[in-house]
C-alpha cells in the first residue's frame, strides 16, 4: 500500500532504525534521533544500491516521488543514478564557478596591475549594483542578449543613460575575457548595438580661451576658503585630475626640484606620474603649506583633517563664481590640452603630462618621467601664460573703469 503523507508526518522513532515504504522501491527511514530521509532501492547488474533524495517534510512525498520515477527513467536507459547524480552536482558546481559574477571576479583581478584601486572599486560596485542581482548567479556561457537588454533597460529607467553604456561596454569586456579562457563562446553585448537609448553628446563643460583671463581673476578674488582658492589655482597651474588633486600629500611634493611625484595607486591608469612644477606653482604651494603644511593631505577636508577635501569643492566653487554649467575641475585638462596644442608643443608631451597612456604594445610600458625636460619647459611656459592671461583681466579692468 502506497506511503501517505499522514503517515509519514505521524511516524515517531524508535529504539532502532526503521522504514515505511512506498512503491517503486522509494521508501522513508525513520531514525532514533527523530531524521526522517528518504532513500530509493534499486539495482544495477544485480547489485543492490540506495539512492538519497533529501529530508523530510524539506521534500515532501511528491518530491520523492517525482525524484523516484527520475531515477526510474535512468535505470531504464541503463544509467546508474547515483552516478548521474554525482555528474548533475559536478555541473551545477561547474556552472557557479563560470557564473557572471565569478568569472568578473577573475577579470577585476587580472586587470589589478593596470587600474587604481579606486577605479576598479568603482567598477566593481556598478556592477554589483546594476548586473549582478540579475546576472550575477548565471553561467556566463547561458546569458543571451536580451538578459542583458533587459539590465541595461533597468538602468536607463533611471535616466543614467552614461551609467548604461559604462556598464555594457564593461559586460563587453567581461564576455571577450570568458571567451578567452574557455569560459563563453560568444559575447552579446554586440547585439544591442543600436537598442541603448542616446542623448545629445556633452562634453566636459569648459570656457574658451578668451574667457581664461576672467576666470583667473575671479579664483584670485575668490572669498571662500583660502585652500579652495589655492586648490583652483594649482589646478589650472598643473591641469592634474581632480581626484590626483584632492588626495596630494605633502610627502609627494618635493619643492627644491620643483616636481610632485604622484604614485602610481592613485593615479586613473595605475602609473606613477610626475608634475613639473612651473615656479608659479611652488608659489601657490608655499603659500599653501602656511595653512596645511602640518597636515597629511594639501586640502584636507573642512569638517575632517583626517580626510581630504570634498569631491565636489571645487565644482561648487566653480558654481558660486557663476561657471554652472560652463566649467568644471576637469575642464582646465581640456583647456590646457587646447591652447598648448594651439601654441605648437609637441602633442607627446602634452599627453604625457596629461597622464595619457596608450593602449598599444610598446607605448603601453609607460615611463613616468618620459619628455621630463621638455615638459618642465612647457610647465613653465604655460605658468607665465597663465600670468599673462591674469594680467589681461587686469588691464581690462582698468580700461573698462
Known amino acids: 500500500m502506497p506511503l501517505t ?13 526503521y522504514k ?9 527511514e525513520i531514525l532514533p534521533a527523530g531524521g526522517k530521509y528518504w532513500r530509493m532501492k534499486y539495482r544495477v547488474n544485480g547489485k543492490e544500491s540506495r539512492l538519497a533524495f533529501g529530508v523530510y517534510p524539506s521534500i515532501t512525498l511528491l518530491q520523492a516521488r517525482k525524484a523516484r520515477d527520475t531515477a526510474k527513467d535512468q535505470l531504464a536507459q541503463g544509467l546508474n543514478p547515483a552516478h548521474e547524480k554525482k555528474r548533475a552536482k559536478l555541473a551545477a558546481l561547474v556552472k557557479q564557478a563560470n557564473s557572471f559574477a565569478a568569472i568578473t571576479q577573475e577579470w577585476l583581478e587580472s586587470r589589478q596591475e593596470t587600474w587604481s584601486e ?8 556598478r556592477l554589483e549594483k546594476d548586473v549582478f542581482p540579475t546576472l550575477g548567479a548565471r553561467p556566463i556561457a547561458e546569458i543571451t542578449a536580451p538578459e542583458l537588454l533587459a539590465v ?13 553604456r559604462k556598464v555594457l561596454q564593461t559586460c563587453g569586456q567581461i564576455f571577450r575575457y570568458a571567451i578567452a579562457t574557455g569560459k563563453a563562446e560568444r559575447d552579446p553585448s554586440p547585439d544591442l548595438r543600436g537598442a541603448l537609448k542616446t542623448r545629445a553628446v556633452q562634453h566636459m563643460h569648459r570656457i574658451s580661451e578668451t574667457e581664461l583671463p576672467y576666470l583667473l581673476k575671479k579664483i584670485d578674488q575668490y572669498e ?9 589655482r594649482l589646478l589650472a597651474l598643473t591641469f592634474v585630475r581632480t581626484m590626483e588633486l584632492r588626495f596630494a600629500e605633502w610627502t609627494e611634493l618635493d619643492l627644491a626640484r620643483c616636481e610632485w611625484r604622484i604614485p602610481a595607486e592613485k593615479m586613473k591608469m595605475r602609473a606613477a606620474h610626475i608634475v613639473p612644477l612651473c615656479k608659479q606653482a611652488v608659489t601657490v604651494l608655499e603659500e599653501l603649506r602656511a595653512l596645511t603644511g602640518s597636515r597629511r593631505w594639501l586640502f584636507p577636508n573642512a569638517n575632517t583633517a583626517q580626510k581630504p577635501m570634498s569631491e565636489n569643492t571645487v565644482l561648487y566653487a566653480l558654481y558660486r563664481m557663476g561657471y554652472h554649467g560652463r566649467m568644471t575641475g576637469h575642464g582646465f585638462r581640456g583647456l590646457a590640452s587646447t591652447i598648448l596644442n594651439e601654441h605648437g608643443f609637441n602633442s607627446d608631451w602634452i599627453e604625457r603630462q596629461l ?6 604594445g610598446v607605448r603601453a610600458a609607460y615611463n613616468h618621467a618620459e619628455y621630463l625636460t621638455e615638459r618642465r619647459k612647457m610647465m613653465q611656459w604655460w605658468g607665465d601664460y597663465l600670468d599673462v592671461q591674469g594680467s589681461r583681466s587686469e588691464m581690462q579692468s582698468q580700461h573698462s573703469a
Open 5 to 17: 503523507d499522514a503517515a509519514a508526518r505521524n511516524a515517531k522513532p524508535k529504539d532502532k532504525p
Open 20 to 28: 515505511l515504504a512506498d512503491s517503486g522501491g522509494l521508501y522513508l
Open 118 to 125: 579606486a577605479h576598479a572599486r568603482q567598477t566593481r560596485v
Open 152 to 164: 541595461i533597460r533597468k538602468i536607463e529607467s533611471r535616466e543614467a543613460l552614461e551609467t548604461s
Open 224 to 232: 571662500g576658503e583660502p585652500t579652495t582658492r589655492l586648490a583652483l
Open 355 to 360: 597622464a595619457h597612456i596608450e593602449q598599444n
